[in-house]
């Protein structure tokens, strides 16, 4: 038991776990700047990043709407440099509005994801630069080299891009 506690100690020291897992949700959550949807919407239609939601709205609480209300401001940044490096405006379906999945610290109601409409050059920059990873279910799931997730999925809400910023 002594040895479990002194291992337990090494790496508590090294950083490698934390000491109370609330403790690093909170510190990944305040890596986020959160944003306004007035000024994420400026800031991405300056960069030719454009919203569409079925509702034609941006209400938060409502699920067909395409909300940007708490986005990161590293998530707004990440999608104009994916824009800039495919070189053709996006379209995002899906921010921080209700209806995604809640779990997880890095989700869109927590504003570290959006979904992009799909185009041939967004599938064809991802299998030119990124890697493959494990399939999240049926879903072909890509990694960017700087290690943020992007996922093709074809399900209910049709298909899109999902993509997970890390801080």
Known sequence: MKYLAAVATVFAFLGVIAANPADLQARQRDTCTKMTQRDAARKLVANGVYASS???????????????????EHTVDGVIAFK???????????????????????????????????????????????????????????YSPSGNEFVYEKRDRGAHWDITFFP
Not at 66 to 72: A, E, L, P, R
């Open 84 to 142: 800039n490096s495919v070189g053709r405006d996006l379209v995002i379906t899906g921010a921080t509005e209700t209806g995604h999945s809640p779990n997880g610290v890095y989700n869109h109601g927590n504003g570290y994801k959006v979904d992009l409409r799909p185009i041939p050059e967004i599938e064809a920059y991802v299998k030119k630069w990124f890697t493959a990873g494990a399939d999240r279910g049926t879903d072909k799931r890509w």
């Open 54 to 72: 079925t509702g034609n709205c941006t209400t938060k609480s409502i699920s067909t709407c395409t909300s940007y209300d708490g986005i990161c």
